[in-house]
């Protein structure tokens, strides 16, 4: 049965049975979110489930999804649907890493999968759940999409990581990153004018001292200036690096 309620904000969070994708649950949850984890292990979806529906005050439930492909990202999006009529914060967190000597990536392992699940999926599972994230969405209150990006995305060196062994090095995972950073850019300029989620900063006040809030809002894709309670509401939902669309 498809959820109408109002009162509780709905969000869902891929790769949340492990890690950091976990973390972010419980803190949404913690905030009285109506938190939905995904992931391909059910044993572990369930588990984290059932630990952060007895934390609350909000709640989690869970979705087995594998999204390793366009038709995996469209299957959980259809899924979420079936459930809610109402998406407020979508959290791509679902990765993969490899590790290989340099003359020995294997390429369906080593780069088409890591590419497909850090790159692809936030593209595809972001597409397919834009109508239920612009669905009553304005410019005081917009949907939210927040990609997990790495510091891996600026690192040169491949081959110093504590993520990878001795003689090895993570070509893939920091190209792909770099892409989730690129991506991010792409996916902001094109859903901002939809209401899904920009900032005043020091190096703004002269604009606003001459212009005002309403000429800084001129040629805001949102048409209005970001606002603390923007941030704010960016630092309470994540506490690692993410890349917020806006």
Known sequence: ???DSTNMRAALVTGGGSGIGTMIA???VQNGAKVYIASRK???LKEVSEALNKQGPGSCHYIIADLGNKAGCEALAEAFKQKESKLHILVNNSGA???APYNNVPEREGWDRVMSLNVKSIFYLTAALTDLLAKD???RDPGRVINISSIASQVAVATESSLASEGHG????HTSKAAVNHLSSQLAATLAPKFITVFPS???AFGYKTQGEDGMAVGQPMGRAGTTRDMAGLGMHISRHTTDLG
């Open 202 to 204: 020091k190096m703004t």
């Open 170 to 173: 993570l070509w893939s995972y």
């Open 97 to 99: 890493t490899w590790g």
């Open 26 to 28: 419980s803190a949404f």
């Open 42 to 44: 059910e044993k572990q």
């Open 1 to 3: 049965m498809v959820s």
């Open 137 to 139: 969405s304005n410019n």
